[in-house]
């Protein structure tokens, strides 16, 4: 849609995940030929998932008769025993770890095949998820590492499900962006609840330069010095964002789509929804009339938001 330099999974450009790229060989072999072929069990990729300090089994099948030796490229991040299994030790998502199985014969001769591994979040393994590309891509950006310890180890969790906060979703958005929207923020006044000593100080303080956000507004209808980082984001308010920051970049047009029955025309996020279905960021509730502007946003929707647009 509006693509500013990433590029997406199943793409053999720029940093993008390497989903779909890597092809187990041996695939097929001719009548009386050997063959040795490392099975996708993972419906539509060519490559295996193993979460974070869990296993994945691999499965094979051959017509070749000898010593079957597993070797894994980066043991570090996926390791592998002689029985074909996958343990995960290291989030890594946007570089495969190589495995490969070599069967050696009698007189020394050797027919091998390998495919790509990832390690991914224990809670984000479903390829079949809406949500599945979209975290792994946004983990590949840097956008987020999933939930943290308290002493900011990466947990393996992301947790699609759960609530996304107002600090959260302006700290993905920051993370993305703030590469190509760079406005000083030497200038922006400081919210009485935005502490400077909080993983989302800068990326607010960056929003608000940029203008994606202005914080609350008071009854009067300006800006109450209030921003409500824990709050949790709605969709409205997303998309808003979104939309804000593609703004600045010169990429806020939209055609004219059917309006939600719950987006009543005048409100902020009115235009902001327009311009996401105009772009495939968002079809609403499936099978409804209905966007949910006011319903919280999960995690999950906030990043496949952010994937779609880029």
């Known amino acids: ?16 995940l390497w989903i779909g790229l890597e092809q187990s060989p041996a695939a097929t072999a001719a009548d009386g030929e050997d063959y040795f072929r490392i099975h996708n069990t993972l419906s539509g990729y060519a490559c295996v998932f193993t979460p974070l300090n869990g296993t994945f089994q691999l499965t094979w099948d051959t017509n070749v008769e000898g010593t079957l030796k597993f070797t894994s490229s980066s043991p570090e991040i996926i390791s592998v025993d002689q029985n074909g299994l996958l343990t995960g030790h290291k989030l890594e998502v946007n570089n495969p770890t190589y495995i490969k199985g070599t069967i050696t014969r009698a007189d020394g ?6 495919l790509a591994a990832f390690c991914t979040f224990i809670d984000v393994m479903n390829t079949m998820e809406y949500y599945f590309i979209p975290v792994l891509w946004a983990y590949g950006q840097k956008v987020t590492s999933g939930y943290t310890d308290s002493n900011g180890n990466e947990t393996g969790y992301f947790k699609p499900n759960e609530s996304c906060t107002r600090g ?8 993305y962006f703030w590469r190509f929207l760079t406005e000083d923020t030497s200038s922006v006044q400081d919210f009485t609840d935005v502490k400077t ?4 100080y800068d990326a ?7 203008g994606i956000t202005t914080g609350y507004m008071g ?20 998309v808003t964002f979104l939309y804000r920051a593609y703004t600045q ?16 025309p005048g ?25 949910g502007p006011d319903d919280k946003c999960t995690r999950a929707q906030v990043v496949t938001f952010l994937f779609r647009a880029q």
């Open 168 to 175: 959260q979703v302006v700290t993905f958005l920051y993370r």
């Open 249 to 264: 970049l010169g990429y806020g047009d939209f055609s004219d789509v059917p309006d939600f029955s719950d987006v009543r």
């Open 197 to 200: 000593d909080t993983y989302y």
């Open 219 to 238: 009854k009067d209808g300006k800006p109450n010095g209030k921003f409500g980082p824990n709050d949790t984001c709605t969709r409205a308010q997303v």
């Open 1 to 16: 849609m509006c693509s500013i330099g990433y590029a997406h999974p199943a793409s053999a450009a720029g940093n993008a």
């Open 267 to 291: 409100s902020y996020y009115y235009f902001a929804v327009k311009w996401a279905v105009s772009h495939n960021i968002t079809t609403g509730y499936t099978g409804t009339d209905k966007f």
């Open 204 to 210: 607010v303080k960056w929003a608000v330069a940029n």
């Open 109 to 114: 001769t050797t027919i091998s095949s390998s």
